[in-house]
């Protein structure tokens, strides 16, 4: 491969770093408000007895695992080298 080749591949790899490196901090802000956001909500519903709170915790679980999921996946990506 020529200098100028293995130039440009590197600078590709580069630029696509960065790019995926800014969006895992993106998503991590994103996951990081959605969970306070998440409290929030938690909280205004403690106490409440409507007949949606079965439904709400298993929505709320459901979507904790795919925020988890999700965050494994980037940090995991972060680590490969």
Do not use: P
């Not at 080749?5 to 901090?25: D, F, K, P, R, Y």
């Amino acid at each position: 491969m020529s200098d100028k080749g293995a130039e440009g591949w590197l600078a590709s790899l580069e630029t696509n770093v960065h790019q995926a490196a800014e969006t895992i901090e993106r998503l991590r802000t994103e996951r990081d408000e959605l969970a306070a956001r998440v409290e929030e909500l938690e909280a205004a519903g403690d106490g409440k007895a409507d007949g949606g709170s079965d439904a709400w915790q298993k929505e709320r679980r459901e979507i904790r695992k795919r925020v988890e999921k999700l965050t494994n996946r980037l940090e995991g990506l972060l680590k490969e080298d």
